[in-house]
């Protein structure tokens, strides 16, 4: 027969090991996701909501450029981050050596050229000053831009990282302004055309759909995604993260919220 001390002292030793398995089971601490700020971040407002209902607690962390998600990421300082796409990933792996893998696609913001000097890529002047991202994925899709509209030409070898050194005939002899991409909306005043990321165009009031001149094809490699460090892309969060992001509801709000400025890439 068990006494009194006995069954107190298994009581006891049930009620700490249970205790202690608790973390084990629940996320102990919200999972902090980086994005930049406008679209990146109103969408993942809507994939909080829905990861909240599968039990995962997120915490949005927006940043105003592109180069300080991934050195977070790399730093342990977040978990994964939601504002790329693979072309500039890949950049930034084979630049910093970042151990980072994309684990599942997001949305896609066709990049646009905007100008208040001129309504057409065709009447910008002889020598023109074009604003353009100075990452070399954003700056080589511009380029591909303007190859496509018939205002230059590129070494066919260029690829998607065309840079104006690339550049092999351009008849109106427009000059290429490198800037970050953050500050090309403020550059509109100076430049006669400046090429902007949708997500900066929407921050600074700009209407991707009325307000450029010219547009990159919907239809491009840029799709955006989520970026987790190599080491964490099979646990479990990572799926749960993904199908939130990837969710009808998530969808319908892109496709109401932006009416059509950006798109849905899943």
């Given at each position: 027969?068990?006494?009194?001390?006995?069954?107190?002292?298994?009581?006891?030793?049930?009620?700490?090991?249970?205790?202690?398995?608790?973390?084990?089971?629940?996320?102990?601490?919200?999972?902090?996701?980086?994005?930049?700020?406008?679209?990146?971040a109103?969408?993942?407002?809507?994939?909080?909501?829905i990861?909240?209902k599968?039990?995962?607690?997120?915490?949005?962390?927006?940043?105003?450029?592109?180069?300080?998600?991934?050195?977070?990421?790399?730093?342990?300082?977040?978990?994964?981050?939601?504002?790329?796409?693979?072309?500039?990933?890949?950049?930034?792996?084979?630049?910093?050596?970042?151990?980072?893998?994309?684990?599942?696609?997001?949305?896609?913001?066709?990049?646009?050229?905007?100008?208040?000097?001129?309504?057409?890529?065709?009447?910008?002047?002889?020598?023109?000053?074009?604003?353009?991202?100075?990452?070399?994925?954003?700056?080589?899709?511009?380029?591909?831009?303007?190859?496509?509209?018939?205002?230059?030409?590129?070494?066919?070898?260029?690829?998607?990282?065309?840079?104006?050194l690339?550049?092999?005939?351009?008849?109106?002899?427009?000059?290429?302004v490198?800037?970050?991409?953050?500050q090309?909306?403020?550059?509109?005043?100076?430049?006669?055309?400046?090429?902007?990321?949708?997500?900066?165009?929407?921050?600074?009031?700009?209407?991707?759909?009325?307000?450029?001149?010219?547009?990159?094809?919907?239809?491009?490699?840029?799709?955006?995604?989520?970026?987790?460090?190599?080491?964490?892309?099979?646990?479990?969060?990572?799926?749960?993260?993904?199908?939130?992001?990837?969710?009808?509801?998530?969808?319908?709000?892109?496709?109401?919220?932006?009416?059509?400025?950006?798109?849905?890439g899943?």
């Amino acid at each position: 027969m068990i006494n009194k001390r006995q069954l107190l002292q298994s009581t006891l030793a049930l009620s700490l090991a249970a205790a202690f398995s608790l973390p084990a089971l629940a996320q102990d601490k919200p999972l902090k996701i980086g994005v930049t700020a406008g679209p990146h971040a109103q969408i993942f407002e809507q994939v909080k909501k829905i990861a909240e209902k599968d039990g995962l607690k997120i915490q949005i962390v927006e940043f105003s450029d592109y180069v300080q998600p991934n050195a977070a990421l790399a730093a342990g300082d977040l978990d994964a981050n939601s504002y790329q796409h693979k072309p500039y990933l890949d950049n930034q792996i084979k630049d910093r050596g970042y151990k980072f893998t994309a684990v599942g696609y997001t949305v896609n913001f066709p990049i646009g050229i905007y100008s208040k000097k001129v309504k057409s890529l065709k009447d910008l002047p002889e020598g023109g000053k074009v604003g353009i991202p100075n990452d070399p994925t954003n700056g080589g899709r511009v380029l591909l831009v303007l190859q496509d509209q018939g205002l230059i030409k590129l070494k066919p070898e260029a690829g998607l990282k065309a840079t104006p050194l690339d550049v092999v005939s351009n008849p109106k002899k427009l000059k290429f302004v490198e800037l970050d991409a953050a500050q090309l909306p403020r550059s509109l005043d100076d430049l006669d055309a400046s090429a902007i990321n949708t997500n900066y165009a929407l921050s600074a009031g700009l209407n991707p759909g009325k307000d450029a001149i010219a547009q990159e094809n919907a239809k491009s490699p840029y799709v955006n995604l989520i970026a987790v460090r190599e080491a964490d892309k099979d646990k479990p969060w990572v799926a749960k993260l993904v199908k939130a992001y990837q969710s009808a509801e998530v969808k319908a709000f892109i496709q109401t919220e932006f009416k059509g400025s950006v798109l849905a890439g899943f």
